[in-house]
């Protein structure tokens, strides 16, 4: 079994809808990271959390939120989609032991497109 | 704000030769830098880390060194195969808390 996996894969909704991307692992890790990718622009962090009680805004966070239910849950909320919101996004979780590499492990992928 | 620059051109190489991806950074002094692979369509997974204090590190056939003066590091691949074809991204730890900020890749093509 995938240790970070996401839902949906794939979604197509409409200008102003409320979407939800989740995110859940099995791996035991503190930390969990929401980016999106585009064309030309890579990999950029949306949000990020150090544990269930820490939310941080990374680099783009104008228009989307999220929520850490549990240390094993990460979901990224789009209050009211919009088209430029179109993107690849990425979970991703880290031990966050500084004594370890800190690698970050992604899950597959939300493929979202806002019509 | 701190840059990453990674040439954005594909590069092409033959079975069996030395893939070499550079990346350059600016305005910042990062604690550790990442390599990661990314097929298409797919996550990125980890591949190398060095540290500030490391001058090279090495995993197989992989090789990556670390810059610190020329702000730069370069990420090896020896006796490359079709199956290292991929894009590479590196990434920069500037806190040290494991918020990565990614260069945009490089996509590496290895012809049979």
């Known amino acids: 079994d995938a240790d970070v996996t996401q839902t949906p894969r794939n979604r197509i909704t409409k200008t102003g809808k409320r979407i939800m991307l989740e995110c859940s692992q099995t791996?035991?890790?503190?930390?969990m990271y929401w980016y999106r990718q585009d064309p030309g622009l890579g990999l950029r962090l949306i949000y990020y959390s150090f544990d269930v009680k820490d939310i941080n805004k990374g680099e783009i966070s104008d228009g989307y939120s999220v929520s850490r239910q549990a240390q094993a849950k990460f979901s990224l909320s789009l209050e009211s989609a919009i088209p430029n919101q179109t993107a690849l996004y990425f979970c991703?979780?880290?031990?966050?032991?500084?004594?370890?590499?800190?690698?970050?492990?992604f899950g597959p992928g939300t493929r979202l497109t806002v019509l | 704000s701190q840059k990453i620059e990674q040439n954005s051109e594909a590069l092409n190489i033959q079975e069996g030769k030395t893939a070499t991806l550079t990346c350059n950074y600016t305005?910042?002094?990062?604690?550790?830098l990442q390599w990661y692979r990314q097929d298409p369509g797919r996550g990125p997974v980890f591949l190398l880390l060095?540290?500030?204090?490391?001058k090279e590190k090495r995993k197989e056939r992989l090789k990556v060194t670390f810059d610190t003066t020329l702000k730069q590091s370069l990420f090896h691949i020896t006796a490359s195969q079709p199956a290292d074809s991929a894009t590479y991204l590196c990434a920069l730890d500037a806190s040290g808390y494991s918020t990565l900020t990614f260069g945009k890749g490089t996509m590496l093509l290895v012809s049979p």
């Open positions: 060095i540290r500030e204090n490391e």
């Open positions: 305005n910042y002094s990062p604690a550790y």
């Open positions: 791996k035991g890790h503190d930390r």
């Open positions: 991703a979780t880290s031990p966050g032991d500084r004594r370890m590499n800190n690698e970050q492990f």
